[in-house]
């Protein structure tokens, strides 16, 4: 099963990175995007086959889009790294 992440989970981790980081979320946007990326689905059917091909989608869209006013490696990575988490559980 795929884990959620919602737009939520995704500002809480954005703002302790911010304050880790000492940036600040310029594009809430691009969190609510990589919220859908990771559950996209048509005529109801998953896009991604996988938890880790879900997680990829939710790294890419934010080194794409970015949340942030820097450093938005390092959160994309992070955010796939906590997708990842939440599918062991």
Do not use: W
């Amino acid at each position: 099963m795929t884990p959620t992440l919602s737009p939520e989970q995704l500002l809480l981790i954005a703002r302790e990175f911010c304050a880790l980081y000492n940036v600040r979320i310029s594009n809430f946007s691009a969190l609510v995007a990589a919220s859908a990326a990771a559950h996209a689905r048509i005529e109801g059917l998953p896009v991604h086959g996988s938890p880790r091909a879900a997680a990829h989608a939710v790294g890419e869209v934010l080194s794409k889009v970015e949340a942030l006013s820097g450093h938005n490696r390092e959160f994309a990575a992070l955010c796939e790294r906590v997708f990842l988490a939440l599918a062991q559980d």
